[in-house]
């Protein structure tokens, strides 16, 4: 009898933790879906504070800032049926409850699988939760200011090759930003993986550079799935970087064991 109560125990654990999870994921949407970001200038430095404004929130600033930034002055911006906009926005504000929720929500998964690891296993983790925060930003940085406008350039010139103009639904277009900046938040977590894996001592530091070409294989095959054409080209824009995430990473564990390799002796 006491098994089913232990695992009653976990179950009831986990769906307090995935309901704090979801309440904090919950407030920063809601947040970002009511209120409105003013700008004000403090000693020449930019600076917000929020007031109410349901239409005008935060969410549709971001999407208006996402249409100057990243789509071309020849590519109109439609929605072709009634709360589009409405729904690109929350779209919008759920990534940011993601992103602004994630120390919660790493915290709460530690929490919930420390008791079922090791010591060991449980530094690990700590000790990279903040890296891989962070890692998962600039992952969404970079995809914003580095990828995603070249890719959408790419795009859009097979339509004025043609003399077309093109017209972007808004939904089409928040989708295919926010697909690229999860995808690249979650890529660049690939170094950080790598590293907890041989930390823990489940490979060796030479199996990243055995299996290397298996590695680039599955990259390229990824980065072929997550783009939207089958030009071969696109693709790329997402395989390099992450073949270059995954190198980093290799070159740290080596380093790192050549190190303590050398503090052995």
Known sequence: MGEPNEIGKHL???????????????????FVLTFHANAF??????????TPEP??????????MMKDQLIPETVQLI????????????YVAGLLGV???????????????SPALAKKEIQI???????????????????????????????????EASGLVTFLNVIDFVTFVLQFLLA???????PLIMYAISASGMTDQKFWRRNMRYATVIIVIFGAIITPDGSGITMWFVA??????????????ERQDRQIATLKS
Request: proline letters at 5%; a neutral charge; charged letters at 10%.
């Open 12 to 30: 009831e654990e986990l769906r307090k933790r995935i309901l704090r999870m979801v309440a904090a994921v919950g407030i920063i949407t809601v």
């Open 99 to 113: 992103v602004f929720g994630m120390p919660v929500i790493v915290k709460e998964l530690v929490g919930f699988v």
């Open 184 to 190: 690249f938040g979650i890529s660049f977590q690939l």
């Open 55 to 64: 239409l005008d929130n935060i969410a549709a600033q971001i999407t208006v």
């Open 125 to 159: 983790i700590k000790s990279i939760t903040i890296p891989a925060i962070s890692l998962f930003i600039a992952g969404c940085l970079f995809s914003y200011f580095f990828v995603t406008p070249y890719i959408l350039e790419f795009l859009y010139k097979y339509g």
């Open 41 to 50: 200038d403090y000693n020449g430095v930019t600076l917000y504070y929020p």
């Open 240 to 253: 390099g970087p992450m073949i270059a995430l995954y190198l980093i990473g290799m070159f740290i564990i």
């Open 79 to 90: 929605q072709t049926a009634p709360g589009q906009a409405f729904f690109a926005q929350i």
